[in-house]
């Protein structure tokens, strides 16, 4: 069965460093999501993706933040200065339809020192 | 302010036992209410509900919509401690999904 797959699975970085985590989404899904999960709080929407343009984005999403689909299979999120509060595991979801069911990748741990 | 509410906040069972778990929410624009599974990691698709009545069941699983109460339930029969798992309850609306805080369910051996 087809799975959303993420990369890497854990990664610590210092505060002020530019992050990159990578996804691949279901190979014939048109619309592309990121969630956050701070520890023990609820699951946040970041940004969803289609036809190579954001969406919708949430306000956690400023300008540190940015997503690509560089390719035809990989679509990447990037923090470029990291904070402390971005510490979170980070969730990479994607959906045949824009109102269809999302299935989410086993997510990145990011720990910001 | 859009929000979903689930309860109880944490529920533990012995095995065999059923489950009911509760999502209310207040979300302009609904259009459908999922329901997933988190273990270690990835939440895990169990339901979609789009209308009102109409029960879906997987299993030992099952779950109805109430748009005109604005709730769902998840009911879990004859549990196994493979359930033990956080339930998440989320709201689609436009083009993102609104979560609750979750249901962390135990169940003993």
């Known amino acids: 069965e087809p799975e959303v797959t993420q990369t890497p699975s854990h990664q610590v970085t210092q505060m002020g460093q530019e992050v990159i985590l990578r996804c691949v989404p279901i190979s014939n899904h048109l619309y592309f999501y990121w969630y956050r999960q701070i520890l023990g709080q609820k699951v946040e929407f970041l940004v969803s993706f289609y036809n190579n343009e954001i969406s919708e984005k949430s306000e956690i999403f400023d300008d540190q933040f940015s997503v690509e689909r560089p390719d035809g299979s990989n679509f990447t999120l990037k923090i470029r200065s990291t904070k402390l509060e971005d510490s979170a595991m980070y969730f990479c979801?994607?959906?045949?339809?824009?109102?269809?069911?999302?299935?989410f990748g086993p997510g990145t741990r990011l720990l910001v020192l | 302010e859009d929000k979903v509410v689930q309860s109880p906040l944490s529920l533990v069972v012995h095995e065999g036992d059923t489950v009911t778990l509760n999502c209310s929410y207040e979300?302009?624009?609904?259009?459908?209410l999922l329901w997933y599974k988190q273990e270690k990691k990835a939440p895990t698709f169990l339901f979609m509900l789009?209308?009102?009545?109409i029960e879906k069941k997987s299993g030992r699983l099952s779950s109805i919509l109430d748009k005109k109460e604005l709730f769902s339930i998840l009911n879990i029969t004859a549990t196994q401690t493979g359930d033990s798992a956080i339930y998440l309850c989320?709201?689609?609306?436009?083009?993102?999904?609104?979560f609750g805080a979750g249901t962390i369910l135990r169940v003993k051996s």
């Open positions: 979300v302009t624009n609904f259009r459908s």
């Open positions: 979801a994607s959906s045949r339809g824009q109102q269809e069911t999302q299935y």
């Open positions: 789009t209308s009102s009545g």
């Open positions: 989320a709201v689609e609306y436009g083009n993102k999904l609104v």
